[in-house]
């Protein structure tokens, strides 16, 4: 492929003597709050395999990861795909290029081109083994990919808030009669609070990695809010955390329901986590592209 630039830039599938230059790639769009990528992360990714949404990863075919070099065979670009055994959809599962917005349309129309354009195509749709659970596109630290999607044919889908604070956060209140018990889907611990012999509120944190923990869930049974127990559990669940060597702690919201979706309305938490102290990295959008 020639770019409007005279460069002349070619596609080949990736091989282990990549990993550096890939690494770099990966680095270079490190948010705040995640580890920096290691080879063992990225091989784990090219393998088609991840610690969190291993589910849907499961239900992929073996990916295709190919990198973007130009003629003195230098890296510059990096995309990873597959298709879905089960209805045949096609995904691009990540994508690097340095915000490129050249490179990255080049990407995405490869990986388009490879799926086949008459199949339906999401992309970013679930968390790679690169990140700590982080499911979808930070549109606002990623523009340049963002444009490229869009002019590709995708549409995106707002769908995730992603928070971080440093730990420990001074002045949050405990919950009492709280119990903690190991977890493994994710891999963690669950925190409950009794009240009256059965729970009323549970939360449950990721192991750390680097540094960094993960707070995957906390709610409160509906006869028991309005009386500060969710702020008092995430103080518990975030000084655990930090019991357990975290430095900072992470989260995603899922506050796209509906107008009128009173089951999954995030108002209430988002003002919680706000009131907390942890700040909005960026927005996570997924995309899909239809024949």
Not at 196 to 218: D, H, N, Q, S, Y
């Amino acid at each position: 492929m020639t770019f409007r630039s005279g460069a002349r830039l070619s596609v080949r599938p990736y091989v282990p003597g990549d990993e550096a230059a890939v690494l770099d790639l990966v680095a270079a769009d490190r948010l705040p709050g995640q580890p920096v990528t290691t080879p063992a992360m990225l091989a784990e990714a090219v393998a088609g395999r991840s610690p969190v949404d291993g589910g849907w990863w499961a239900e992929l075919e073996p990916p295709v990861t190919e990198v973007l070099h130009d003629e003195a065979g230098t890296v510059l670009g990096v995309v990873s795909y597959a298709t879905r055994r089960s209805d045949g959809a096609g995904f691009i599962l990540w994508l690097h290029c340095r915000e490129d917005q050249a490179l990255a349309e080049a990407l995405a129309t490869r990986a388009i081109d490879r799926l086949g354009k008459q199949r339906t195509v999401h992309a970013f749709e679930f968390a790679s083994a690169l990140t700590l659970g982080l499911e979808g596109l930070p549109v606002l630290h990623r523009p340049s990919t963002r444009r490229a999607l869009e002019a590709a044919g995708f549409t995106a889908r707002d769908l995730w808030r992603y928070l971080r604070a440093d730990l420990p956060i001074a002045g949050l209140p405990h919950a009492a009669h709280v119990t903690v018990e190991e977890c493994e889907d994710p891999p963690g611990k669950r925190l409950e609070v009794h009240e009256g012999g059965g729970p009323v509120a549970e939360a449950t944190i990721g192991r750390p990695v680097a540094g960094i923990g993960v707070l995957w869930w906390i709610g409160v049974a509906p006869p028991a809010r309005g009386r500060g127990l969710g702020l008092a559990l995430l103080g518990s669940a975030l000084d655990l955390l930090a019991g357990l060597g975290a430095r900072e702690v992470i989260l995603y919201v899922d506050d796209n329901a509906p107008p009128g979706d009173a089951d999954r309305d995030r108002t209430a938490a988002n003002t919680l986590y706000d009131r907390a102290g942890l700040a909005e990295v960026d927005r996570l959008h997924s995309f899909t592209r239809r024949p």
